[in-house]
């Protein structure tokens, strides 16, 4: 993560699942944690900020890029979606070819 000061490094566990919700619609979910890391409490605390106030800001960033995103990357994973077949078995097992590339930022709305 980069900040004024520089960067350091924060945890970020991201967990993204697709759920079937009939034969023809699923719904996708997208959950971002952060958590701070010593040399991130440490830049916070040269640059004179509260853990609180870098929360809010980082929260802030993240709902305005979600919100920007979201439709896009929507519109993203249907094109995909309906260009595939149905995978097979060796297709869920070659890294090389998932059957689905989630690299996003969505929501389940």
């Known amino acids: 993560m980069q900040t004024p ?5 924060i945890q970020v566990i991201w967990d993204l699942s697709v759920t079937a919700l009939d034969s023809g619609s699923c719904r996708y979910t997208n959950q971002v944690l952060s958590y701070p890391t010593p ?3 440490e830049t916070l605390k040269v640059a004179g900020i509260s ?3 870098a929360v809010a800001d980082r929260q802030a960033a993240s709902d305005d890029h979600n919100r920007r995103e979201t439709a ?6 249907e094109r995909k979606a309906l260009a595939r077949s149905v995978p097979t078995p ?3 097992s070659n890294d090389r070819n998932p059957p ?5 930022w969505g929501s389940d709305e």
């Open 5 to 9: 000061a520089g960067w350091t490094k």
């Open 51 to 53: 853990f609180q106030d």
């Open 39 to 41: 040399a991130f409490l």
């Open 100 to 104: 689905f590339a989630l690299v996003c």
């Open 72 to 77: 896009l990357y929507a519109q993203s994973l």
């Open 90 to 92: 060796n297709e869920f």
